[in-house]
Nanobody
Framework: QVQLVESGGGLVQPGGSLRLSCAASPFSLEDYAIGWFRQAPGKEREGVSCISSTDFTTWYADSVKGRFTISRGNANYTVYLQMNSLKSDDTAVYYC?????????????????WGQGTQVTVSS
């Protein structure tokens, strides 16, 4: 397991953008599949996006497809979630999760490392 830390959340107006970061400094995330999840008040946690350890596979929930992009930093120490055209429905606590291995898959994995979450609030 590795300790993950999210950052980049905040308050943004509808239509705005935020970039979330998931890091395990000083450790590299090169061998880790990473998933982004979110949980809104009164709702169950849901998967938002994920990337396999080799970047061979990425996945997006239908609700964010075309607006969110998952990527890795050049040195593989950070995984980003670029969120554009934000809507009020995107308001939630966002968590990143990781698991070693899984070169070609990223969905429905037994993620065993989780961050503490970062709040994203979309409101005018």
């Amino acid at each position: 397991q590795v300790q993950l830390v999210e950052s980049g959340g905040g308050l943004v107006q509808p239509g705005g953008s935020l970039r979330l970061s998931c890091a395990a400094s000083p450790f590299s995330l090169e061998d880790y599949a990473i998933g982004w999840f979110r949980q809104a008040p009164g709702k169950e946690r849901e998967g938002v996006s994920c990337i396999s350890s080799t970047d061979f596979t990425t996945w997006y929930a239908d609700s964010v497809k075309g607006r969110f992009t998952i990527s890795r930093g050049n040195a593989n120490y950070t995984v980003y979630l670029q969120m554009n055209s934000l809507k009020s429905d995107d308001t939630a606590v966002y968590y990143c999760a990781g698991i070693r291995g899984y070169q070609t898959r990223c969905r429905h994995l037994p993620y065993d490392s989780w961050g503490q979450g970062t709040q994203v609030t979309v409101s005018s």
